[in-house]
């Protein structure tokens, strides 16, 4: 397993005494809901008939790579966090599960995004054509910045809860037995995810303001 791996090698370690040796349970569970939505990314889960075909799927390998990259960040902080403190009590794992949900509700608005940037990005057309011949555009104009909202209110979700996974273990300090040092890393880590949620909040509050004025 690769968080068993990881953990040998003492990734992530910094300057956090390790406490979490073994993988929990919830752990392997949090791989597989994160492996499923991996698999939810994937451009096709059949085989190609045709080059055509082949070809037509190999142009979501950007934007599957850039989702791809995503949740595998979002599998480290995970990571990081379960090794450093080994929690497992009831806020800890309800928090956590509230993030598995948050991705899995998310997957399929972060694949639409970034295929639709990579395809704006190559000049592919941004239309879909119907069994009937119909071509439809992939997106109306009035419709991207209800798009956005919509991805960055996952976003600043995601690192809410990291925010409210760290405030649990800086609380539980004299429990967990965290030194100056670690005490010190884990404001930081909170504030680092406060921080990175206040920047998806103000995007959002950007093309609210955007949208409205143009109107």
């Given at each position: 397993?690769?968080?068993?791996?990881?953990?040998?090698?003492?990734?992530?370690?910094?300057?956090?005494?390790?406490?979490?040796?073994?993988?929990?349970?919830?752990?392997?569970?949090?791989?597989?809901?994160?492996?499923?939505?991996?698999?939810?990314?994937?451009?096709?889960?059949?085989?190609?008939?045709?080059?055509?075909?082949?070809?037509?799927?190999?142009?979501?390998?950007?934007?599957?790579?850039i989702c791809f990259a995503t949740l595998?960040?979002?599998?480290?902080?995970?990571?990081?966090?379960?090794?450093?403190?080994?929690?497992?009590?009831?806020?800890?794992?309800?928090?956590?599960?509230?993030?598995?949900?948050?991705?899995?509700?998310?997957v399929y608005p972060l694949k639409f995004?970034?295929?639709?940037?990579?395809?704006?990005?190559?000049?592919?057309?941004?239309?879909?054509?119907?069994?009937?011949?119909?071509?439809?555009?992939?997106?109306?104009?009035?419709?991207?910045?209800?798009?956005?909202?919509?991805?960055?209110?996952?976003?600043?979700?995601?690192?809410?809860?990291?925010?409210?996974?760290?405030?649990?273990?800086?609380?539980?300090?004299?429990?967990?037995?965290?030194?100056?040092?670690?005490?010190?890393?884990?404001?930081?880590?909170?504030?680092?995810?406060?921080?990175?949620?206040?920047?998806?909040?103000?995007?959002?509050?950007?093309?609210?303001?955007?949208?409205?004025?143009?109107?």
């Amino acid at each position: 397993m690769i968080r068993r791996a990881m953990a040998g090698r003492g990734v992530g370690l910094g300057e956090f005494r390790w406490r979490g040796q073994e993988i929990t349970r919830f752990e392997g569970f949090s791989d597989a809901v994160l492996g499923f939505a991996v698999t939810l990314l994937v451009v096709s889960l059949e085989v190609p008939r045709t080059f055509t075909e082949l070809m037509a799927g190999m142009r979501g390998f950007a934007a599957f790579a850039i989702c791809f990259a995503t949740l595998i960040h979002v599998w480290y902080l995970q990571y990081v966090f379960f090794r450093r403190y080994a929690l497992q009590d009831r806020v800890t794992i309800l928090l956590n599960a509230t993030l598995l949900f948050v991705v899995l509700f998310y997957v399929y608005p972060l694949k639409f995004l970034f295929r639709l940037m990579v395809d704006q990005f190559t000049g592919v057309p941004l239309v879909v054509v119907r069994g009937d011949g119909h071509a439809e555009p992939v997106i109306e104009a009035a419709q991207a910045p209800a798009l956005m909202l919509i991805y960055g209110a996952g976003f600043v979700a995601v690192f809410l809860i990291f925010a409210l996974l760290f405030q649990h273990a800086y609380r539980k300090r004299k429990e967990l037995d965290l030194n100056a040092i670690e005490a010190f890393d884990t404001r930081f880590s909170v504030r680092h995810m406060l921080l990175s949620a206040a920047v998806g909040t103000f995007s959002m509050a950007l093309r609210s303001v955007g949208s409205s004025v143009t109107r």
